[in-house]
C-alpha cells in the first residue's frame, strides 16, 4: 500500500527564516511525486513534478528536492504570503492516474 | 492553460435532498477526472475517478448510489450527492489530468456543501 507522510504538521516561520518541509513515502513504484499549495477554502495549485531521485526544481522562494526515500519543499527567506497548506501527493506506476496525498504541513509565516 | 472550474462555489441544502457539483476543463479536454472530499484540516481522500463515457470508478468505502457521477463529454464531469445528511457536508474537489502528457492533476476551486 502506498504511504505518503508529511512533517511537521504546522510550522511557524519569521518572515525571512528559511525552513524545509519534509516528504516521506512509501511506494511500489513512483511514476511521480508532486507539490501543492492549498489556500484555506480553495483548491490545491500545481507547484512541481519530481520523477526521479536526484531532481531539483524551483520556482520563486521554493525548491523541491526528491530522493528514493523523501522529498523536501525549501523555503527560502519566506514571505507571509507564503503562508498556505502544502500538499505531497505520489502516484504509481500501478496505480493509474491516481493519487496518494499526505497529511499536508500548514505554514505560517508572521511579518 | 489547464483552468478546472466548479459549481457552485458553496451551497446549502436541507436533509433528505440531492445537489449536484459540476465540474468543468475549460481549456483543455480531460478523459479522466477525478472527485475528492476534504474534511477540516484534514488532507484530500479520493471519492471515486469519472471516466468520460464510462462508469466511474468509485474507491473503497464511497457509496456509489449516493455518489452519483456523470461523465457526459471530455469536459464536464458531474457528481450528485442523493439524500443528503448533515454528514456529507464537506469540502468537494474535483481535478483533472492534464492532456499533455504529463500526470500533473489541477485542481477546481472546490465546492462547499452544508446540509441543514
Known amino acids: 500500500e502506498d504511504q505518503v507522510t508529511q512533517s511537521p504538521e504546522a510550522l511557524r516561520l519569521q518572515e525571512g527564516e528559511s525552513s524545509s518541509l519534509n516528504c516521506s513515502y512509501t511506494?511500489?513504484?513512483?511514476?511521480?511525486l508532486f507539490w501543492y499549495r492549498q489556500d484555506p477554502g480553495k483548491g490545491p495549485e500545481f507547484l512541481f513534478t519530481?520523477?526521479?531521485a536526484g531532481e531539483e526544481k524551483e520556482k520563486e522562494r521554493l525548491k523541491a528536492t526528491l530522493t528514493k526515500k523523501e522529498s523536501f519543499l525549501h523555503i527560502t527567506a519566506p514571505k507571509p504570503e507564503d503562508s498556505a497548506t502544502y500538499l505531497c501527493?505520489?502516484?504509481?506506476?500501478?496505480?493509474?492516474?491516481?493519487?496518494?496525498f499526505g497529511g499536508g504541513t500548514r505554514l505560517m509565516v508572521k511579518p | 492553460g489547464a483552468v478546472v472550474s466548479q459549481h457552485p462555489s458553496w451551497v446549502i441544502c436541507k436533509s433528505g435532498t440531492s445537489v449536484k457539483i459540476e465540474c468543468r476543463s475549460l481549456?483543455?479536454?480531460?478523459?479522466?477526472m477525478f472527485w475528492y472530499r476534504q474534511f477540516p484540516k484534514q488532507s484530500l481522500m479520493l471519492m471515486a475517478t469519472?471516466?468520460?463515457?464510462?462508469?466511474?470508478?468509485?474507491e473503497q468505502g464511497v457509496e456509489k448510489d449516493k455518489f452519483l457521477i456523470n461523465h457526459a463529454s471530455l469536459t464536464l464531469s458531474t457528481l450528485t450527492v442523493t439524500s443528503a445528511h448533515p454528514e456529507d457536508s464537506s469540502f468537494y474537489i474535483c481535478?483533472?489530468?492534464?492532456?499533455?502528457?504529463?500526470?500533473?492533476?489541477?485542481f477546481g476551486p472546490g465546492t462547499r456543501l452544508t446540509v441543514t
Open positions: 481535478s483533472a489530468n492534464h492532456p499533455t502528457g504529463s500526470y500533473e492533476q489541477y
Open positions: 501527493a505520489v502516484q504509481a506506476t500501478d496505480a493509474g492516474n491516481m493519487l496518494t
Open positions: 469519472s471516466n468520460e463515457g464510462s462508469k466511474a470508478t468509485y
Open positions: 519530481l520523477y526521479s
Open positions: 511506494v511500489s513504484g513512483l511514476r511521480g
Open positions: 481549456d483543455f479536454q480531460a478523459t479522466t
